[in-house]
């Protein structure tokens, strides 16, 4: 079974709760191939075929209900929550969907989580890399890490579209360009910091595109830890491959033959952020993999294997 793990699907609706609860940004969501419509979704499963792709994992980020007032927050994740639910049943052959979260609210998050994995048959929670100006890896969500751990569930983690809250990015219009990379490479290293992969080890945690930076940077981590982070129990690189990366690098054969070196091709999920990757870059998304250079074996751990075990389909 081939599974893209990084696929977006937005309502209309959905992103008027999230607008009127006074989230910015919402604009970026409205892409035509992201529609719910009868012909967008017949139009996505036609390209999933022709992709060879058996079935997509939709997430809401980066529009998650990540909302100051909670109850805007549990409005909004339930009624994403349900929305996919109504997709999966449709499609269920085809469809899977990781549930949205209210945070920074975490007694509701856990409320939400336990009826999304337990009623509605998700396969995993989806935040984003800030939420409201914490880190993923905030001591706060602690108890939805121990949740987490103890279901042997899957966290996955995307760009929140902050830029890390840098001018530098968000004033040049470089937020999602590089801020998004950005924002996954901070992220990690702050999981990594904060020895998240290592005190819960039965959560399943799936950073976005390729770790951003991170294959780069092991080394340096590794090399530079003891000066800077000298609380770490572990070798930074040993703590990163404790995790998984999906494999949206925009193609870019180069970026994954360093990652699947990095971090080892069994680190690695097929993603491909859909539908900003859309008709032949989707395509291209999964085919890459295959003309990559990496070895066929690889290719199709990568492609076939180990995000279905991951996920337990």
Do not use: C
């Not at 998240?196 to 950073?207: E, F």
């Not at 870059?281 to 180990?306: C, F, M, P, W």
């Amino acid at each position: 079974m081939r599974i893209d793990v990084h696929a977006h699907l937005w309502s209309e609706r959905y992103l008027e709760l999230l607008a009127q609860a006074g989230k910015a940004g919402t604009g970026v969501a409205k892409v035509p191939a992201a529609d719910v419509g009868e012909e967008a979704l017949t139009a996505r499963l036609k390209l999933m075929d022709s992709a060879g792709v058996d079935r997509q994992v939709l997430s809401v980020t980066p529009q998650s209900p990540h909302l100051a007032d909670e109850h805007a927050a549990v409005a909004a994740a339930r009624f994403a929550n349900d929305f996919y639910a109504e997709v999966v049943e449709r499609w269920p052959d085809r469809f899977s969907a990781f549930a949205a979260l209210p945070l920074p609210h975490v007694d509701a998050a856990l409320a939400e989580l336990t009826r999304a994995l337990d009623e509605l048959g998700m396969v995993g929670v989806a935040i984003t890399t800030d939420v409201l100006g914490r880190t993923a890896a905030d001591p706060l969500f602690e108890p939805l890490f121990a949740e987490l751990d103890r279901r042997n569930a899957v966290l996955f983690i995307h760009p929140a579209g902050s830029g890390i809250g840098s001018p530098m990015i968000n004033d040049f219009d470089l937020t999602w360009l590089i801020g998004a990379p950005i924002e996954d490479t901070v992220d990690v290293v702050h999981l990594i910091r904060a020895g998240v992969p290592t005190r819960y080890p039965n959560m399943k945690i799936v950073n976005a595109h390729l770790g951003g930076a991170l294959p780069m940077l092991l080394q340096r981590l590794d090399n530079k830890y003891q000066r800077d982070l000298g609380e770490l129990t572990e070798l930074p690189s040993t703590t990163a491959r404790r995790m998984w990366y999906d494999t949206v690098s925009h193609n870019y054969p180069p970026a994954l033959r360093g990652a699947a070196e990095s971090l080892g091709v069994d680190r690695l999920v097929l993603g491909t952020d859909f539908p900003y990757l859309d008709g032949d870059y989707y395509r291209d998304a999964v085919t890459h993999i295959q003309n990559s250079g990496l070895a066929a074996e690889a290719s199709e751990k990568i492609l076939d294997h180990t995000l279905r075990t991951l996920l337990g389909l």
